[in-house]
């Protein structure tokens, strides 16, 4: 398999940490996104949408993380990224969703420079923006987690989710631009119990080849 | 099954779609956004994320659009609203988060008050933003499904999927800000071809009880 990814891209990090956690062997191809690779015309060829990541399997082109993610769990399903129970499985992608639908598409790269060049607002602003979104968000998600008897050591029980493997890109990046978490006792927790696990730790942007 | 909603909400719309294609009966909970009754203490107990839609069904309780429909195929799989094959599920399911991750969270109810209330935005740039979202994520959209020999009369050959019933909601609301829709003729052609069934046109907003 070959991602095409880029260190810092939050999807991208998703991917890794699921292929690692599935034991898969990938290659990286990295598309440096504060150069504009993904807008090229070579890479609209590979994916229209002009976004990292995109998974080669085979002759199989899959784009947009989450669904590469269920991709996965359909092809390779051990270990599960999935609980087995319906329930349970609409948790955790409730889980996952409360990230990748409502934090992360407010504040990712084309997101944040468009605030900037097209709706001229301040960097002071932007970063009001984007702390207000993520702080809202993952407060949101400490929520759901806090009232639900089957959060345990990982966002749902004691093994590693597709919600972990959202939770903690998002939190490197809350990281990154100062929110405030200290709201999120819960989240921190199970970021940092994350963290723990190689998969996890192997996947962070600062490990990859392309981190500047 | 009780679905808690709202007529203009595009993730209820969807998961509205998707109870009447499998031709699930539910009675319907009204939550009115504009009245901002999704922010009561009430409404936060049912859903700590303060958005809608919830889906109950018997004693569990589902947030989530996109973990909705997933929840709705596990339990009640015909008719399906994904193909069998994992390609083609990865397929429909990125075309329905190019939509639901790439367009719709930029432009719901909360993102749009909070650029006009708090970035100081103009009504005038509020609507530009709006519309460059939507042209753009749909120019993507159309990208996909014009390049993929799968497209049929439907997103996904000639059976209704969870990328119609992403792709159906997310037009009306482009209409409803007079987006222009004139570079995506496949988009166009397959949501006129949706709303010639039944299950998409009485999911309608319009046809709501709440309608306004």
Redesign the interface.
Known sequence: MKLHGYFRSSAAYRVRIALNLKGLAYEQAFVHLQKNIQLSADF?KLN????VPALEDGD?L???S???M??LE??RPEPALLPKD??G???V??L???V???I???NNLR?LR??VR??E?SEE?KN??YR?WVETGLQ?LE??LV?DPRTGSFCHGDKPSMADICLVPQIANAKRFGCDLSACPTVMRINDHCLTVAAFANAAPERQPDAE
């Not at 229209?48 to 976004?51: A, E, G, K, S, T």
């Open positions: 609209a229209p949408q002009q976004l199989t899959l784009t947009q989450l669904a590469i269920e991709y359909e092809t319906a329930a499985r609409a948790r992608r409730a996952a969703m409360a990748a639908c409502e992360h598409p407010l997101v468009y605030l097209e709706m607002l602003k009001q923006w207000h949101a929520a759901m009232s």
